[in-house]
């Protein structure tokens, strides 16, 4: 089973940038589709950009696409989200995580994901 770490999370101001990184415990890691979702106090969480697993398919969700972008290093175990062009409500824990059902179901489905790290909490502020 692969464990995954998040880090790079902090406090920026709007308009600028943070790399986050998912650090993974296995070379299994490259065997999977990865992905990175957010969660906002008091709301749901939610999807934010995923990748295959040699980086192809990239999707985003709405809001950050143009401003944010996924990648992953295999050799390394892992993956990263470069935040640009931060706005406060980007403002969350980020957390990621690797597919564990075939690739054709939805990714925006928490459910379909696991192996979930702990988090880097990201504030952006005004």
């Known amino acids: 089973q692969v464990q995954l770490v998040e880090s790079g999370g902090g406090l920026v101001q709007a308009g600028e940038s943070l790399r986050l990184s998912c650090s993974a415990s296995?070379?299994?890691?490259?065997?999977?589709?990865v992905a990175w979702f957010r969660q906002a106090p008091g709301k749901e969480r939610e999807f934010v950009a995923s990748?295959?697993?040699?980086?192809?398919?990239?999707y985003y969700t709405a809001s950050v696409r143009g401003r944010f972008t996924i990648s992953r290093d295999n050799a390394k175990k892992t993956a990263y989200l470069q935040m640009n062009k931060l706005e406060p409500d980007d403002t969350a824990v980020y957390y990621c995580?690797?597919?564990?059902?075939?690739?054709?179901?939805?990714?925006?489905?928490?459910?379909?994901?696991?192996?979930w790290g702990q988090g880097t909490q990201v504030t952006v502020s005004s």
């Open positions: 296995e070379q299994t890691f490259s065997n999977y589709r």
């Open positions: 995580a690797v597919k564990k059902v075939p690739e054709y179901y939805s990714d925006y489905d928490v459910s379909h994901f696991g192996s």
């Open positions: 990748l295959g697993r040699n980086g192809e398919n990239e």
